[in-house]
């Protein structure tokens, strides 16, 4: 799964995610199929989320999944690999949500890996009646 740093705030070197990816792309199914994240500043994530969701405030996650008609870059996977889409990520906001619950910023940017692929698998934790977020502690303490 690519991973793009588009940040300078933090520091993200020495990072190795793909174990933890791999695995979730394995639980959710689709082990076959990659997806990008990209990490940005409250300001890019602000500039998104006013963009697309018409929001103007910084948020710590957007998704984009492949087929619709947002999303703020199009990358295409490389090869035959089918792309489910793209999750940003603000790692500002993830930096203060981890300083807020006590965990590591690697910790809180997994749970926002988490959440954004469930929204590229399409579902929505405003109107699915609680099954996004029960999915998504499955996948938290299966996999953190």
Known sequence: MPLFNR???????????????????K????????????????????SLNRR????NRPTDVLSFPTGSL??????????????LGEIVISVETAQ????????????????LIIHGVLHLMGQDHESDGGRMNRNEYTLRTRLL
């Open 70 to 83: 947002k999303g703020p870059w199009r990358r295409v996977s490389q090869g035959e690999v089918p792309n």
């Open 27 to 46: 639980a959710v199914g689709h082990k076959d199929k990659d997806f990008t994240i990209t990490l940005v500043s409250d300001r890019a994530i602000r």
């Open 96 to 111: 203060q949500q981890a300083d807020q619950e006590g965990h590591a910023l690697k910790e809180e940017i997994k749970l």
């Open 7 to 25: 940040q300078r705030r933090v520091r993200i070197d020495g990072w190795d995610l793909d174990p933890f990816l791999r695995e979730l792309a």
């Open 52 to 55: 697309f969701r018409g929001l």
